[in-house]
């Protein structure tokens, strides 16, 4: 059964650059659209990205123009890079299908601070 793992955290100040990367056991294509999640502190889960398996995305408003999805089929891995990082987006960044959610993973932690 396929399961998602995240990586590519860490701290980085205002303005900052990191890539998160979702692995997949098995075939990325067991997954019609896999999304990328985040939780703050206190705050609820929140939707961030998606890509399907025909490469359509969506983004939340907050991270548009910012944060790019992408897919590397070769590799099994969905991948999140962001630019100009903000305090806000400061969260523990999970993935899961966008619509059958799996159980929640350990998640990566993304600090964004001066």
């Known amino acids: 059964q396929v399961q998602l793992v995240e990586s590519g955290g860490g701290l980085v100040q205002p303005g900052g650059s990191l890539r998160l990367s979702c692995a997949a056991s098995g075939s990325i294509f067991s997954i019609y659209a896999i999304a990328w999640y985040r939780q703050a502190p206190g705050k609820p889960r929140e939707f961030v990205a998606s890509?399907?398996?025909?490469?359509?995305?969506n983004y939340t408003h907050s991270v548009e123009g910012r944060f790019t999805i992408s897919r590397d089929n070769n590799k099994n891995t969905v991948n999140l890079q962001m630019n100009s990082l903000k305090p806000e987006d400061t969260a523990v960044y999970y993935c899961?299908?966008?619509?059958?959610?799996?159980?929640w993973g350990q998640g990566t932690q993304v600090t964004v601070s001066s």
């Open positions: 890509i399907n398996i025909g490469g359509n995305t």
């Open positions: 899961n299908n966008r619509d059958y959610p799996h159980a």
